[in-house]
């Protein structure tokens, strides 16, 4: 029977609640076929490891594949006596060498990395199942014994399968996207970037596509990965569907994938647009989180706060800034002769939303279309607080750690680099409006805090900088 007859069968078959404890939603040939081309082509024997196998979809694909290129020894493992039977006639029909291994995957991979053979596999294929793993079960305290904290059974599959692999072995995985940022995955993420080279990842650009049949909403990638490789670029590729009919692939530098000492390791996939960043230099890849810093958006909100406004400094006040206070590249205040309040009134209330004494960036809101730069950056300095402290109205957003001041420069290094033509065009391109949010802020790609603290310092050093030096000095040190 077809295979993809005998999966939508099987699927059929399943208990609903065991389906989803085992995480059984099986793989359309198409995704197979495709997973197995992903492989570079094998060079002498192959023993290939199948986690999870169900009927052994990703095994006959493989098998088809590259049994004219080698000679290939399987293993599969599935612990679903109802898949079994599939399976063993897939690999029956596979023909060559091949074992079916009946008990839980995580539970004999963890002996045999303790106690047993340890890496021998030259290639694995995996659609693992998708289970949250709980901090007390069996599971997690036997994973715990291979060194791998994990909170999902699909994860837990692709760091076993990757320490079962030899050197040079060969790794590819249809796993959901959950595990390229947030902390929970980040020691996962971790165990991965120490073993293995990420060399291809294919993104469904629809989140319900990749098991149509099955009715799965989540977004799926496909990784290659490749044991303690040498370091080289990742392909990104995108399809909308399992049909691949829009494929695209374009090659990145692994640290346009995983920022460079980003403490998080978080995995980017640049997709769309994204993909073309010609204007950033590439050095500027860090993240404003891997800096230490956060964007906020001014918290005083002028109209809700009225009662509180203050045209002068007075007792009982504390600098309340606008766009109107911006000088050059620094923020000069009181403006008494402006038409926008200079003071905010503190109350219970409004001490909410006040910063203490420091150095920060402020950026504008709002630009309008005429306007030279789209982001208009000046810096705010200490001295300029009153009573320790300094407040920032809403159309200006705020750069702080953790609502504290930055060091002088990083302040100065910070809205020098915001003011320059490279973040200029860059946000042109990825913005079509006028607005500058602070998500946009986040989004931007940043130098490195010590390449900024050097042109915070250059920038004290030179009051009476010419733009264009300013210029040049940012593409010197970027
Ligand atoms: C998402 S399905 C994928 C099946 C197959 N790889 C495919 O692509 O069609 C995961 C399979 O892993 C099996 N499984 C779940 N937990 C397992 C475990 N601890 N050990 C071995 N197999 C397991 C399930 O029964 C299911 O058949």
Same mark, same amino acid.
């Given at each position: 029977?077809?295979?993809?007859?005998?999966?939508?069968?099987?699927?059929? /078959?399943?208990?609903?609640?065991?389906?989803?404890?085992? &995480?059984?939603?099986?793989?359309?040939?198409?995704?197979? !076929? *495709?997973?197995? &081309? #992903?492989?570079?082509?094998?060079?002498?024997?192959?023993?290939?490891?199948?986690?999870?196998?169900?009927? &052994?979809?990703? %095994?006959?694909?493989?098998?088809?594949?590259?049994?004219?290129?080698?000679?290939?020894?399987? %293993?599969? $493992?599935?612990?679903?006596?109802?898949?079994?039977?599939?399976?063993?006639? %897939?690999?029956?029909?596979?023909?060559?060498?091949?074992?079916?291994?009946?008990?839980?995957?995580?539970?004999?991979?963890?002996?045999?990395?303790?106690?047993?053979?340890?890496?021998?596999?030259?290639?694995?294929?995996?659609?693992?199942?998708?289970? =949250?793993?709980?901090?007390?079960?069996?599971?997690?305290?036997?994973?715990?014994?291979? &060194?791998?904290?994990?909170?999902?059974? $699909?994860? @837990?599959?692709?760091?076993?399968?990757?320490?079962?692999?030899?050197?040079?072995?060969?790794?590819?995985?249809?796993?959901?996207?959950?595990?390229?940022?947030?902390?929970?995955?980040?020691?996962?993420?971790?165990?991965?970037?120490?073993?293995? /080279?990420?060399?291809?990842?294919?993104?469904?650009?629809?989140?319900?596509?990749?098991?149509?049949?099955?009715?799965?909403?989540?977004?799926?990638?496909?990784?290659?990965?490749?044991?303690?490789?040498?370091?080289?670029?990742?392909?990104?590729?995108?399809?909308?569907? !399992?049909?691949?009919?829009?494929?695209?692939?374009?090659?990145?530098?692994?640290?346009?994938?995983?920022?460079?000492?980003?403490?998080? @390791?978080?995995?980017?996939?640049?997709?769309?647009?994204?993909?073309?960043?010609?204007?950033?230099?590439?050095?500027?890849?860090? %993240?404003?989180?891997?800096?230490?810093?956060?964007?906020?958006?001014?918290?005083?909100?002028?109209?809700? @706060? =009225?009662?509180?406004?203050?045209?002068?400094?007075?007792?009982?006040?504390?600098?309340?800034?606008?766009?109107?206070?911006?000088?050059?590249?620094?923020?000069?205040?009181?403006?008494?002769?402006?038409?926008?309040?200079?003071?905010?009134?503190?109350?219970?209330?409004?001490? =909410?939303?006040?910063?203490?004494?420091?150095? $920060?960036?402020?950026?504008?809101? *709002?630009?309008? =279309?005429?306007?030279?730069?789209?982001?208009?950056? @000046?810096?705010?300095?200490?001295? #300029?607080?009153?009573?320790? #402290?300094?407040?920032?109205?809403?159309?200006?957003?705020?750069?702080?750690?953790?609502?504290?001041? #930055?060091?002088?420069?990083?302040?100065?290094?910070?809205?020098?680099?915001?003011?320059?033509?490279?973040?200029?065009?860059?946000?042109?391109? *990825?913005?079509?409006?006028?607005?500058?949010?602070?998500?946009?802020?986040? /989004?931007?790609?940043?130098?490195?805090?010590?390449?900024?603290?050097?042109?915070?310092?250059?920038?004290?050093?030179?009051?009476?900088?010419?733009?264009?030096?300013?210029?040049?000095?940012?593409?010197?040190?970027?």
């Amino acid at each position: 029977m077809h295979l993809d007859l005998r999966r939508l069968e099987i699927s059929s /078959r399943l208990d609903r609640s065991q389906r989803s404890s085992l &995480g059984q939603f099986l793989t359309p040939t198409s995704v197979a !076929d *495709f997973m197995a &081309g #992903l492989f570079p082509q094998p060079v002498g024997a192959v023993h290939l490891l199948d986690a999870g196998a169900g009927i &052994g979809s990703l %095994t006959a694909a493989f098998v088809a594949r590259w049994v004219r290129s080698a000679a290939i020894e399987t %293993t599969a $493992y599935e612990i679903d006596p109802v898949m079994r039977a599939g399976l063993a006639d %897939t690999l029956a029909a596979c023909g060559g060498a091949s074992r079916v291994v009946e008990t839980d995957f995580i539970e004999d991979a963890v002996n045999a990395l303790q106690f047993g053979t340890g890496a021998h596999y030259t290639h694995a294929i995996l659609n693992p199942p998708y289970k =949250k793993i709980n901090s007390a079960s069996r599971h997690r305290l036997l994973l715990r014994q291979a &060194g791998i904290e994990t909170v999902n059974l $699909y994860s @837990a599959f692709v760091a076993l399968a990757l320490a079962l692999l030899a050197p040079g072995g060969q790794l590819v995985a249809i796993i959901p996207r959950s595990f390229c940022n947030g902390p929970y995955y980040r020691p996962f993420r971790e165990f991965l970037l120490a073993r293995a /080279r990420i060399r291809h990842i294919h993104l469904f650009a629809s989140r319900d596509q990749a098991f149509r049949d099955d009715a799965v909403l989540q977004e799926n990638v496909i990784l290659r990965l490749e044991r303690d490789g040498a370091a080289g670029p990742v392909t990104v590729s995108t399809s909308t569907d !399992d049909r691949f009919a829009d494929y695209v692939e374009h090659a990145h530098d692994f640290e346009r994938i995983v920022f460079p000492g980003d403490p998080e @390791a978080f995995i980017h996939i640049p997709s769309g647009a994204a993909m073309a960043d010609p204007d950033l230099p590439a050095s500027c890849c860090a %993240t404003l989180a891997s800096l230490g810093v956060a964007v906020s958006t001014g918290p005083v909100v002028d109209f809700r @706060a =009225k009662p509180d406004l203050r045209d002068a400094p007075e007792p009982g006040c504390v600098p309340l800034l606008y766009p109107a206070h911006f000088s050059g590249a620094e923020v000069a205040w009181p403006k008494l002769d402006g038409r926008k309040p200079n003071a905010l009134r503190l109350t219970d209330e409004t001490r =909410k939303a006040v910063f203490p004494a420091g150095w $920060y960036v402020a950026v504008r809101r *709002f630009s309008s =279309k005429e306007e030279k730069r789209r982001v208009v950056a @000046a810096v705010v300095p200490e001295s #300029l607080a009153v009573d320790g #402290l300094v407040s920032f109205e809403n159309h200006l957003n705020v750069f702080h750690a953790a609502r504290r001041g #930055l060091s002088a420069d990083l302040a100065r290094g910070l809205a020098a680099y915001l003011n320059s033509a490279c973040v200029d065009r860059y946000f042109r391109l *990825f913005s079509g409006h006028t607005q500058v949010n602070a998500t946009d802020l986040r /989004r931007l790609r940043y130098p490195s805090r010590e390449a900024l603290v050097e042109l915070g310092q250059w920038v004290a050093a030179q009051p009476d900088r010419s733009a264009d030096a300013l210029e040049r000095r940012i593409e010197a040190l970027v």
